[in-house]
């Protein structure tokens, strides 16, 4: 399910003021690749952040393994500064293959970088806030989720906190359907604790 719907359905969910919990299955392993073909990034409504002018633009994305879809969103958001969480733990020997797969595009924006543990119990959102909290006051803030999709849950809590930072989606035209196969670990917990 693409992160953007799932904001919605938060959202939605949120304002009808319901109790809701996440059920996250890991997949059990993966295919060669994910996505092809990168649209245009969009902001979901009510989720895109209250911009200032006078204020630089500061992109973070949770990154995974798409190296494609982290590219199109630096390239059309030009930003300032740009920081990558990269998924921490050995799943899927992650520190590794996420590091390695941006490792150029690190580079070549002299990028930030933080470990993010998505599979924790806060789906990362501590590891952000702290990252948040320190540029806020000077820069306007892009979130987007292209790692574990728990990390949607942690960008829409964040987003909850500080509605002026915005919540961004690139979308792919094409998709793998046999990306992942089978059923790994299980987590839960609540949307909003």
Same mark, same amino acid.
Request: hydrophobic share 35%; charged share 20%.
């Given at each position: 399910m693409p992160r953007e719907i799932i904001w919605y359905i938060f959202l939605l969910l949120k304002q009808k003021k319901a109790t809701v919990q996440y059920l996250y299955h890991k997949p059990d392993k993966y295919g060669d690749w994910l996505t092809e073909d990168t649209d245009v990034p969009r902001?979901?409504?009510?989720?895109?952040?209250?911009?200032?002018?006078?204020?630089?633009?500061?992109?973070?994305?949770?990154?995974g393994y798409d190296y494609a879809r982290a590219e199109q969103l630096c390239n059309y958001f030009e930003p300032d500064l740009v920081c990558f969480a990269i998924q921490s733990g050995k799943q899927f020997n992650n520190t590794t293959l996420n590091l390695k797969a941006h490792k150029s595009l690190i580079e070549e924006l002299?990028?930030?970088?933080?470990?993010?543990?998505? =599979?924790?119990?806060? !789906? $990362? /959102? #501590?590891?952000l806030s702290k990252i948040i909290?320190?540029?806020?006051?000077?820069?306007?803030?892009?979130?987007?989720?292209?790692?574990?999709?728990?990390?949607?849950v942690a960008l829409f809590r964040l987003?909850?906190?500080?509605?002026?930072?915005?919540?961004?989606?690139?979308?792919?035209?094409?998709?793998?359907?046999? =990306?992942?196969?089978? !059923? $790994? /670990? #299980?987590?839960?917990?609540?949307?909003?604790?």
């Open positions: 902001f979901p409504l009510k989720l895109s952040g209250l911009s200032d002018i006078s204020k630089e633009t500061f992109l973070i994305i949770v990154t002299d990028a930030l970088t933080i470990d993010i543990d998505c =599979y924790g119990g806060d !789906c $990362g /959102e #501590s590891q909290e320190e540029y806020i006051p000077s820069h306007n803030l892009i979130l987007a989720s292209l790692g574990p999709k728990q990390s949607a987003a909850m906190q500080y509605p002026e930072i915005a919540l961004c989606y690139a979308p792919s035209k094409k998709i793998n359907m046999q =990306y992942s196969f089978g !059923c $790994g /670990e #299980s987590f839960r917990g609540p949307v909003i604790p």
